[in-house]
C-alpha cells in the first residue's frame, strides 16, 4: 500500500472534517482532539474543513507548521439557492404543534409524491455534496496526500465520507471512517419527504466507504450496531470510541446543598420533550410535596417553546409558574456561572438509542449530578449508568419520574447529603483516554496493513 512506508520521523495524517475548532459545533471537539493527539505522538496532519475566517490563525498558533489547514468554500451560490428552496419543503413537512397536549405527538404527515420527488433531486446535488466534491479535489492535488499514511475522516456530514473513501481507493491511503452520528436512520423530521431513491442512495453509499475502510470508528455502541447490520461488516473492524468530556474531571462533587437548582442548557427540539419533567414536578408542587421556595428549575437557550407550545404560557396559570425560569442564550462566562450554581443537570434525550448527548460527558466532568430522561435500553441510558453520576428516567412512566424527583429533592433540599461523586466511575469517559485508545487502533491497523503488504 503506497501510504504504508517506513518513515516514521515524518508520517503524514489527512483529516478531513466540516467542523473543527474554533467553531462553536459541538462536531467540532472529536476531531480537533483528534489533531492534537496525532500532533502530539509525532505526526503532521493535514486538514480539510470548510472556510472559516479564524480557523488557519487558530491552527498555526496552535501547533505551527505541524498542522496544515486547507479550507475549502462552499460551492457553488446555485446550490444555496437550491438548498434553501429544499429546507422550505423540509418545513412544510413538520407535523403541526400538538398544542393541546403537547407530550402526544401528532401522526406523521405523508406528501405528495411530488415533494418526494423534488427533495430527492435536490438532495443529490446540494451544497454538502458540493463541498465534499471540492474537497476530493483539493486531496487529490495537496502535495502531501499521496505521501500520508492515513485518512481520517469524521462526520456530520455524511458526504465527506465519500470524498475521503474514494482519496484512499485512488492513493490505496488507508482510511478510517469516523462516525459520530449514524448515517442512516438519523433524518429526524426529514423522513416525511425522503424518497426511495434517496433511501437507496445513502445505503449503497454507506455500504461502499465502509468496506473501501480499514476500520470504523462509532462515537456509540447503537450506532456500531447499526453500521454493522447496515454496511454487513464483520463486528472486529467496528470500534466504539466515545466522545467523552475535554479537560480534568472535578475531584469531589460539584453540587451545593440545601436546595434543589435543575438546569437545561442548549435547545429543546425534536423528540427532547420537556414537558413530562415539568408536568411532573407541577403534580408535586400542587400535591404540596415539593417546597417551591426551594426548587428552581431553568431552561437557557433555545428553550421557549417545544412544537409551537410557549413553556411560560404553559406554566403561567399551574403551580410550577414560580418555579420555573426561561432564559435566552447566555454568555460563556454567565453559562460556567449557572453550572456551577445549579445541583441537578437535566439530559432530555429521548428516542435518541443510538446516540449520546454531548452534555453528558460534560456534567460528568463538572462533578454534577444528571437527571437523564431517555428510555431505559438506549446507549445514553447506559453510560449514564455506568458513571454513577445520573439518574435515568424513562420519559413514560410518571411514577419513575415523580419518584426520581422526590429523591433528588430529599437528597438535597432537606437531607442536605447531595450525592457520592465517584471519580474512578467516570475517568474512562474522558476525551484523552478515549483518544488515546483511537491513536492504538490506527497504530494497530497500520502495523497489520504493513506486514499484509511485506510479509517478511
Given at each position: 500500500?503506497?501510504?504504508l512506508?517506513?518513515?516514521?520521523?515524518h508520517?503524514v495524517?489527512?483529516v478531513?472534517?466540516?467542523y473543527?475548532?474554533?467553531?462553536?459545533a459541538v462536531?467540532?471537539?472529536?476531531p480537533s482532539?483528534?489533531?492534537?493527539?496525532?500532533?502530539?505522538?509525532g505526526?503532521?496532519?493535514?486538514?480539510?474543513?470548510?472556510?472559516?475566517?479564524?480557523?488557519?490563525?487558530?491552527?498555526?498558533?496552535?501547533?505551527?507548521?505541524?498542522?496544515?489547514?486547507?479550507?475549502v468554500?462552499?460551492?457553488p451560490?446555485?446550490?444555496?439557492?437550491?438548498?434553501?428552496?429544499?429546507n422550505?419543503?423540509v418545513?412544510?413537512?413538520?407535523?403541526?404543534a400538538?398544542?393541546?397536549?403537547?407530550?402526544?405527538?401528532?401522526?406523521?404527515?405523508?406528501?405528495?409524491?411530488?415533494?418526494r420527488?423534488?427533495?430527492?433531486?435536490?438532495?443529490?446535488?446540494?451544497?454538502?455534496?458540493?463541498?465534499?466534491?471540492?474537497?476530493?479535489?483539493?486531496?487529490?492535488?495537496h502535495?502531501?496526500?499521496?505521501?500520508?499514511?492515513?485518512?481520517?475522516?469524521?462526520?456530520?456530514?455524511?458526504?465527506?465520507?465519500?470524498?475521503?473513501?474514494?482519496?484512499?481507493?485512488?492513493?490505496?491511503?488507508?482510511?478510517?471512517?469516523?462516525?459520530?452520528?449514524?448515517?442512516?436512520?438519523?433524518f429526524?423530521?426529514?423522513?416525511?419527504?425522503?424518497s426511495?431513491?434517496?433511501d437507496?442512495?445513502?445505503?449503497?453509499?454507506?455500504?461502499?466507504?465502509?468496506?473501501?475502510s480499514?476500520a470504523?470508528?462509532?462515537?456509540s455502541?447503537?450506532i456500531a450496531?447499526?453500521?454493522?447490520?447496515?454496511?454487513?461488516?464483520?463486528?472486529?473492524k467496528?470500534h466504539?470510541i466515545?466522545?467523552?468530556?475535554?479537560?480534568?474531571?472535578?475531584k469531589?462533587?460539584?453540587?451545593?446543598?440545601?436546595?434543589?437548582d435543575?438546569?437545561?442548557?442548549?435547545t429543546?427540539?425534536?423528540?427532547r420533550?420537556?414537558?413530562?419533567?415539568?408536568?411532573?414536578?407541577?403534580?408535586?408542587?400542587?400535591a404540596g410535596q415539593?417546597?417551591?421556595?426551594?426548587v428552581?428549575?431553568?431552561?437557557?437557550?433555545?428553550?421557549?417553546?417545544?412544537?409551537?407550545?410557549?413553556?411560560?404560557d404553559?406554566a403561567?396559570?399551574?403551580?410550577i409558574r414560580?418555579?420555573?425560569h426561561?432564559?435566552d442564550?447566555?454568555?460563556?462566562?454567565?453559562?460556567?456561572?449557572?453550572?456551577?450554581a445549579?445541583?441537578?443537570?437535566i439530559v432530555?434525550?429521548?428516542?435518541?438509542?443510538?446516540?449520546?448527548?454531548?452534555k453528558?460527558?460534560?456534567?460528568?466532568?463538572?462533578g454534577?449530578?444528571?437527571?437523564v430522561?431517555?428510555?431505559?435500553?438506549?446507549?445514553?441510558?447506559?453510560?449514564?449508568?455506568?458513571?454513577?453520576?445520573?439518574?435515568?428516567?424513562d420519559?413514560?412512566s410518571?411514577?419513575?419520574?415523580?419518584?426520581?424527583?422526590l429523591?433528588?429533592?430529599?437528597r438535597?433540599?432537606?437531607?442536605?447529603?447531595?450525592?457520592?461523586?465517584?471519580?474512578?466511575?467516570?475517568?474512562?469517559?474522558?476525551?484523552?483516554?478515549?483518544i488515546?485508545?483511537?491513536?492504538e487502533?490506527?497504530?494497530?491497523?497500520?502495523?497489520?496493513?504493513?506486514?499484509?503488504?511485506?510479509?517478511?
Amino acid at each position: 500500500m503506497a501510504g504504508l512506508n517506513d518513515d516514521t520521523q515524518h508520517r503524514v495524517a489527512i483529516v478531513v472534517s466540516y467542523y473543527i475548532l474554533p467553531a462553536p459545533a459541538v462536531g467540532a471537539l472529536r476531531p480537533s482532539n483528534t489533531i492534537d493527539a496525532l500532533v502530539a505522538n509525532g505526526w503532521t496532519v493535514v486538514v480539510l474543513t470548510r472556510h472559516a475566517p479564524s480557523v488557519v490563525d487558530y491552527w498555526r498558533n496552535r501547533h505551527g507548521d505541524r498542522v496544515d489547514v486547507v479550507t475549502v468554500r462552499e460551492l457553488p451560490k446555485v446550490l444555496d439557492a437550491l438548498a434553501r428552496f429544499r429546507n422550505r419543503l423540509v418545513e412544510r413537512s413538520v407535523p403541526a404543534a400538538a398544542v393541546q397536549d403537547p407530550t402526544v405527538a401528532d401522526a406523521p404527515t405523508q406528501k405528495s409524491w411530488l415533494w418526494r420527488r423534488a427533495h430527492s433531486i435536490m438532495w443529490i446535488i446540494d451544497t454538502t455534496k458540493a463541498w465534499a466534491f471540492a474537497v476530493l479535489w483539493r486531496m487529490i492535488f495537496h502535495p502531501q496526500a499521496r505521501r500520508a499514511q492515513v485518512i481520517i475522516c469524521s462526520n456530520p456530514p455524511v458526504a465527506q465520507q465519500l470524498a475521503a473513501a474514494t482519496m484512499s481507493r485512488i492513493f490505496r491511503i488507508p482510511y478510517i471512517m469516523d462516525m459520530r452520528d449514524p448515517w442512516l436512520g438519523n433524518f429526524g423530521y426529514m423522513e416525511g419527504i425522503r424518497s426511495r431513491l434517496t433511501d437507496i442512495v445513502d445505503t449503497a453509499a454507506q455500504k461502499w466507504c465502509a468496506n473501501t475502510s480499514f476500520a470504523v470508528t462509532t462515537a456509540s455502541p447503537g450506532i456500531a450496531r447499526g453500521m454493522i447490520a447496515d454496511a454487513h461488516l464483520p463486528e472486529s473492524k467496528v470500534h466504539v470510541i466515545y466522545n467523552g468530556y475535554s479537560g480534568q474531571a472535578a475531584k469531589v462533587s460539584g453540587s451545593m446543598v440545601g436546595r434543589l437548582d435543575m438546569l437545561y442548557a442548549g435547545t429543546i427540539y425534536l423528540n427532547r420533550n420537556p414537558f413530562p419533567l415539568l408536568e411532573t414536578v407541577d403534580e408535586l408542587l400542587a400535591a404540596g410535596q415539593l417546597d417551591p421556595s426551594l426548587v428552581s428549575i431553568t431552561f437557557v437557550g433555545d428553550c421557549h417553546a417545544y412544537q409551537g407550545v410557549s413553556l411560560a404560557d404553559w406554566a403561567r396559570p399551574r403551580a410550577i409558574r414560580d418555579v420555573l425560569h426561561i432564559r435566552d442564550t447566555v454568555p460563556r462566562v454567565e453559562l460556567e456561572s449557572m453550572l456551577a450554581a445549579a445541583n441537578i443537570m437535566i439530559v432530555l434525550a429521548q428516542k435518541q438509542l443510538g446516540q449520546i448527548p454531548a452534555k453528558c460527558y460534560d456534567f460528568m466532568r463538572l462533578g454534577k449530578e444528571s437527571l437523564v430522561v431517555t428510555e431505559s435500553d438506549g446507549d445514553t441510558a447506559r453510560i449514564a449508568r455506568e458513571s454513577r453520576a445520573a439518574v435515568v428516567v424513562d420519559p413514560d412512566s410518571r411514577p419513575a419520574m415523580r419518584a426520581a424527583i422526590l429523591d433528588m429533592y430529599r437528597r438535597y433540599a432537606i437531607d442536605k447529603t447531595g450525592f457520592d461523586f465517584d471519580p474512578a466511575a467516570v475517568a474512562r469517559f474522558a476525551s484523552s483516554a478515549q483518544i488515546a485508545r483511537f491513536l492504538e487502533l490506527i497504530e494497530t491497523r497500520l502495523r497489520g496493513a504493513a506486514l499484509q503488504a511485506d510479509p517478511r
